[in-house]
């Protein structure tokens, strides 16, 4: 079962959407409502927004959460066990506590069964496959907010929960799920290495709590590594997408997290520990963006959900379109223009989205990761075959940070 949820500034066409009012929800008779929390009987979407907003008048006021599990694992439910479903979600969700190696908690439990909400059940109109969406309001009833840190993670972890207690996932797929949890970690600690060094990252992945075995060559190189939490034990080339972080691909992998114009040394390690220092080539200077344009590139058809995808509302050019972007996409989005730190985070992320799903082009504006000469046309990118999507969503990323110029929120004033 997967869980996804993220806090929202514009509340009221989540509500739409998953009650069915929305003109983008192409089948209504296919949405059936599950429960209310803390709201009066026969309110419209614009009735719940209200009392939300007047609960909790912030920025980012409610939770979208979506639920969905497997269709054989539901197909005789009744309404009283999609109830069920939701409040076993909403228990686990809430135990959640986040805290560091010497125990300080440092991301709160939230509150969300004592939280204005409400759920709704979809059906897609072809496959009739079930999710649950949910808007819940970000304060509790008593005006406590609902913790939004690592929102993403919460989900995922409680969907999890709920699924093993439920004897609908095997030892093998938590296996898998939780290597897609390493392989985050193992990312953000190579976003977070400002240069390149072999050593700095396994000391950086045991900082975090991991076991890192190192398996060397006859020649004393690394040829490959295991990384452990607890039993669990996963190797480097299961670890992510494309097998980045085996150790032939790691240093290339925080290359391309990290392509900025200026020297990299690196240094080699042998079995001795001895480093040697390995001049990297410049990477050439970003361009200036041109103007955007529409796209006439065909890209992957993302107007049908599937699983692993998140429903994004996009106006474009005046029209409103809506698409299902894979959540690994949004990631690297949110992780890029985080609201918390970015002002513009919305403006760049539409931009970002159009990129992607093709409703948009640049005319030529070079987005990084790749070494070698001066400026030329990138407009091909998107169809290049060797690429997947989570790179192809860093450079739509970094395309957009171009050509819109990323706004950093001003802190407070001496």
């Known amino acids: 079962m997967i869980g996804k949820a993220k806090s929202i500034n514009h509340g009221i066409n989540d509500i739409r959407y998953i009650s069915g009012e929305s003109r983008n929800k192409e089948h209504p008779e296919l949405i059936y409502h599950v429960k209310d929390n803390l709201l009066p ?67 709160h439990k939230t509150n969300l069964a004592d939280s204005i909400y409400t759920v709704w059940l979809h059906l897609e109109s072809d496959s009739r496959i079930p999710h649950l969406h949910a808007a819940v309001c970000r304060k509790d009833r008593n005006g406590r907010t609902n913790n939004d840190h690592k929102i993403h993670i919460r989900a995922h972890d409680a969907a999890q929960k ?59 190189c690394i040829k490959g590594y295991v990384v452990g939490k607890g039993k669990a034990k996963f190797k480097a080339s299961e670890l992510g997408k494309g097998r980045k972080l085996m150790a032939s691909k790691i240093e290339q992998t925080w290359q391309k997290l990290h392509a900025k114009a200026e020297t990299k040394t690196v240094q080699p390690v042998s079995k001795t520990g001895s480093k040697t220092d390995v001049p990297v080539v410049p990477v050439a200077a970003k361009p200036v963006a041109k103007p955007m344009q529409h796209s006439d590139k065909s890209v992957a058809d993302y107007s049908a959900w599937r699983e692993n995808t998140s429903r994004y509302e996009l106006t474009h050019d005046g029209k409103t379109s809506l698409f299902y972007i894979p959540d690994d996409v949004m990631q690297v989005f949110n992780d890029e223009f985080d609201y918390r730190e970015t002002s513009n985070w919305s403006e760049l992320t539409d931009m970002a989205v159009a990129l992607f799903v093709g409703l948009a082009a640049f005319d030529t504006v070079s987005t990084g990761g790749s070494g070698g000469g001066g400026s030329s046309n990138d407009n091909d990118w998107r169809d290049k075959k060797d690429e997947d999507e989570i790179e192809r969503a860093r450079r739509c ?15 407070r004033k001496r």
């Open 41 to 107: 009987c026969g309110l419209d979407a614009q009735g719940i927004w209200d009392m939300m907003k007047a609960h909790a008048p912030m920025k980012n006021n409610v939770i979208r959460i979506e639920i969905s599990p497997a269709k054989e694992h539901t197909k005789d439910f009744t309404m009283q066990d999609w109830q069920q479903l939701w409040d076993d979600f909403v228990r686990e969700y809430d135990k959640i506590e986040m805290a560091d190696e010497d125990g300080k908690v440092y991301s």
């Open 162 to 220: 709920v699924a093993v207690q439920r004897g609908w996932i095997t030892a093998k797929e938590i296996h898998k799920a939780n290597a897609v949890k390493v392989a985050e970690d193992l990312m953000d600690i190579l976003r977070a290495m400002p240069s390149w060094s072999w050593d700095d990252y396994v000391a950086r992945v045991r900082a975090k709590g991991y076991t890192l075995v190192e398996r060397p060559d006859d020649k004393g």
């Open 397 to 411: 990323a970094r395309a957009a940070a171009a050509h819109l110029g990323k706004k950093t929120k001003s802190g």
